[in-house]
């Protein structure tokens, strides 16, 4: 062994590797301390990229799961209003077929018959214009279906109520809910200067039920609207089901893959860097002691030349 005063080879090496494993040591604790493996883009430039984009994806994957619980609340709102609605269909169409029995039936009957009729169709129109969801109303008319002319000029039907579904630009689900109110449910549709019926009956507004024939022509009407409201139900049950509940399913199914896969990329193995870290805090010790041995090397000479 060469011993040297003005250059310490034995110090600076053993310096460096002081250095190399006191950041070394840094990192670990860093990644100890965060949870995280990359925490800088140095860490792993590519492993960084992938996992940025598997944080966007899952963030509009949660937003998008939001989005369709919301859908599906305001097409439980409508639904539970059309229920409604179906019940007292149910219960004018009882008070038609009872009207309709003229044999029995004296003016006073005839009378309640009417009025309880006329008290069902204002409660009907009453759920209409009180159906909504925040401020936003669901059963008048303004989430039905309209037509469209396109910029080709080609006629196209374009729904009512459009949800973002998806984590992505274009995922959308539509859906429409017809007008409501008793002037559109029933409502008869004949060629001009035709009457729709011997009762001259235009939607379930206009039902009269004080003589036979206005009975029965109210019975056939009311009929048209129960299938008419059922049709509707029909619909948004299935756009419920199939489209909105399914694609919930599927989009919290994709969340948790993807955060178990962004995870896997950028979280700490908490048991590997804790040995990782006792291993760097034990080279970092000896490191410290060896720089410390070969600061004190230089001292031989002083006793060599001290004789």
Request: proline letters at 2%; zero cysteines; a negative charge.
């Amino acid at each position: 062994m060469s011993l040297r005063i003005n250059n310490n080879i034995e110090s600076m090496n053993a310096h460096r590797n002081l250095l190399m494993n006191d950041r070394a040591l840094s990192k670990s604790l860093e990644r100890l301390a965060s949870g995280q493996k990359i925490n800088r883009a140095a860490d792993d430039p590519a492993a960084l990229v992938i996992s940025e984009h598997m944080r966007a994806q899952v963030s509009g994957m949660e937003q998008a799961i939001r989005n369709n619980e919301v859908a599906i609340s305001l097409v439980q709102t409508a639904e539970g209003s059309m229920n409604e609605i179906s019940s007292i269909l149910v219960s004018l169409r009882q008070r038609a077929i009872s009207a309709a029995n003229v044999g029995a039936s004296d003016q006073d009957m005839i009378d309640a018959n009417q009025a309880e009729i006329e008290n069902a169709l204002a409660s009907i129109d009453r759920v209409v214009s009180t159906t909504q969801f925040g401020h936003y109303k669901l059963l008048d008319g303004t989430n039905a279906a309209k037509t469209v002319t396109n910029e080709d000029g080609s006629i196209s039907t374009q729904e009512g109520l459009r949800f973002h579904v998806g984590p992505n630009a274009e995922h959308m689900a539509s859906t429409s809910i017809r007008d409501m109110s008793t002037s559109q449910l029933g409502r008869a549709i004949v060629p001009e200067g035709e009457m729709p019926n011997k009762s001259n009956f235009m939607s379930l507004a206009d039902i009269d039920v004080r003589n036979e024939q206005g009975a029965q022509d109210a019975l056939a009407i009311i009929d048209q609207a129960l299938t008419e409201v059922a049709s509707v139900r029909g619909e948004l049950g299935a756009f419920q089901k199939h489209t909105l509940e399914s694609n919930l399913t599927s989009l919290q199914v994709a969340a948790e893959n993807m955060t178990a896969a962004e995870s896997t990329i950028r979280d700490t193995d908490m048991a590997q860097e804790l040995a990782t870290f006792t291993r760097n805090q034990i080279m970092t010790q000896s490191a410290t002691a060896q720089l410390a041995q070969a600061n004190a090397m230089p001292q031989h000479v002083l006793r060599l030349l001290n004789g």
